[in-house]
């Protein structure tokens, strides 16, 4: 059996390929115990498995390391759509202590509750971890002096465990999302980089669901960006025709593409581990895949393949679900768009900011594109069956 598409966590025999990647980040991070930590932007599309990416390396490396893995859309600033820097402060925080309390680490328990004094934080409640309360700090909380404080925490917890653990290594994941600070995104950036370019033992790995042509990376990671130069790019590509062959045939023998249906299953799933997984799963066995059955089963299967989509679209507003019709059939100008939905530009301005927030579309060359296939034949195959889009209801 192959893990299901959705899966986070995979047993070492679940594992498929990414050996180059992992040896390659694996080093790299493995300088931070010389003091030489670096900071690194891995990208790559939905479902290329870099959360999975990252829970592996981060099991090989939590015995010499404190390493601790962050998830931002699990913030509940984030899930109650309320995005602030604080609230992602306040998140950090949390998580970090909660990893260095499973490690047993001195987490500076006391130092801290001084902090707190001191520096007069206005705080709302406290909850209670291993009988020490962590903060859930009120409105008028000082950004700046939460932000000084979370930051540069990990190295003072590398200065005090230095006999235990080699360096500090983040990971923060969906960091895409920060998209959504708008006004603050770029000062957020610049604030980051200044507390964590100086830390010698504390390494950062920002992760997100990007294409290479998102606007995001260059804003990090670009000479011009907040990091100037310095922050290293990975990318996960999606696998090729040829590994996903060899992953079939070796994980589930009882599938019989014809030359024609495999090929047809690789442009269905782009190599997308995900949805090469879900599909894989679905497929009828030991009977000949042909072409013409492999396209049946898609289109049958798709609501399936496309669950976490269908949710994205259902949260879409009215005017952001007739943009992306408007691209089923090629990209477009901003001031094509605006003349399709016979509208102003300056009326789609916040819908194609969020679309691309959510990884739906990408702008490139004045171009708006589609950046998820499965989505757009999905709506296409809902217009053929029922002679209309499944638009939103307001």
Sequence with gaps: MIPWGTRENLREDEFYNRIAEIDN????????????APQILLTGLRGVGKTVFLKKIKKELDNDYLVVYI?????ECYQKRNMSVMGLMEFFFKEFLIEAKNKNLNTLDKRIEKYFKVNDFKIKEFIQLDKFPIPVFGSETNVEKLMDFVLTLPEKIHESNSDKIK???IFIDEFQIIK?????????LWKLR??????NYVSYVFSGSMSMQDELISEIASQRGAFGGRMLTINISPFSKETVKSYLTQEVPNLKFSDEGFDRFFKCTSGIPAYVNI?????????????NLVKSE????IEVINTH??????????????????????PLKRNEIAKTLNVTTGSISKPLVNLQHQELMILDNNLYYLSEPILKRWLELEYEKNGTYPFRLD
Excluded: C, H
């Design 309 to 330: 989509l269908i949710v994205m679209w259902d949260k879409l507003t009215l005017r952001e679900q007739y943009i992306i019709i408007s691209l089923i059939d090629g």
């Design 25 to 36: 980040l694996k080093s790299l991070l493995q300088t931070t115990s010389n003091g030489n």
């Design 279 to 291: 599909f894989a799963t679905l497929l009828p066995k030991d009977i000949e895949l042909d072409e």
């Design 298 to 301: 898609f289109e049958d299967k």
């Design 180 to 188: 959504e600070l708008d006004d603050y995104k770029e000062s957020f």
């Design 194 to 199: 200044s507390y964590i370019q100086n830390q």
């Design 167 to 169: 360096g500090v290594l």
């Design 71 to 75: 998830n931002f859309s699990k913030a």
